[in-house]
T-cell receptor
Framework: DTEVTQTPKHLVMGMTNKKSLKCEQH?????MYWYKQKAKKPPELMFV???????INESVPSRFSPECPNSSLLNLHLHALQPEDSALYLC?????????????FGQGTRLTVV | EDQVTQSPEALRLQEGESSSLNCSYT??????LFWYRQDPGKGPEFLFT???AGEEKEKERLKATLTKKESFLHITAPKPEDSATYLC????????????FGKGTKLSVKP
């Protein structure tokens, strides 16, 4: 099983709302990632958690707040977003963050900020 | 300068017309090259991992190869269901485990 599950699939939120994106994997992977993808562009890394600790933060604005409650779960808390934050948000996991193995992606959450 | 460059940006094929997609990279200390397929509005689907020059992997109509500077994704006798964007990504010594993606090749296969 190489499944990464993301919820919700679609989310529409106002600029004053607070919402959370959720990601789950049961492959025993110890690295989990958040990527942001705009239309017709490749995924861009936002955060990496390795062994449940934040190891990479790619200078992401503080209105995005990641959380890794345990080795299987990854959340992305959203607050006071801007319309330009509308994008496909992808979660991925791999065996370990510093290693050489492939990452498996979820189906993404399509976020629209109004 | 882009570290990973894919060409062509878009490719239109007739069903059954074989072709190749290119991914060239300029990073040093390559730790892995990865091919993904992405359908519109979906997450990337993992296809292949290549680690060293000369390595080849195959899956159905797809075959991936790797040299010291580039990788090719060969598509033999493609079908309309192979239409998608194909993404190449690398991990290298300085990427801290991050996947560095190319911009992708959008493949359209017409019946």
């Amino acid at each position: 099983d190489t499944e990464v599950t993301q919820t919700p699939k679609h989310l529409v939120m106002g600029m004053t709302n607070k919402k959370s994106l959720k990601c789950e994997q049961h492959m025993g992977h110890r690295a989990m990632y958040w990527y942001k993808q705009k239309a017709k562009k490749p995924p861009e890394l936002m955060f990496v958690y390795s062994y449940e600790k934040l190891s990479i933060n790619e200078s992401v604005p503080s209105r995005f707040s990641p959380e890794c409650p345990n080795s299987s779960l990854l959340n992305l808390h959203l607050h006071a977003l801007q319309p330009e934050d509308s994008a496909l948000y992808l979660c991925a996991s791999s065996q370990d963050g510093g290693g050489d193995t492939e990452a498996f992606f979820g189906q993404g959450t399509r976020l629209t900020v109004v | 300068e882009d570290q990973v460059t894919q060409s062509p940006e878009a490719l239109r094929l007739q069903e059954g017309e074989s072709s190749s997609l290119n991914c060239s990279y300029t990073v040093s200390g390559l730790r892995g090259l990865f091919w993904y397929r992405q359908d519109p509005g979906k997450g990337p689907e993992f296809l292949f991992t290549l680690y060293s020059a000369g390595e080849e992997k195959e899956k159905e109509r797809l075959k991936a190869t790797l040299t010291k500077k580039e990788s090719f994704l060969h598509i033999t006798a493609p079908k309309p269901e192979d239409s998608a964007t194909y993404l190449c990504a690398v991990r290298y010594g300085g990427s801290q485990g991050n996947l560095i993606f190319g911009k992708g090749t959008k493949l359209s296969v017409k019946p």
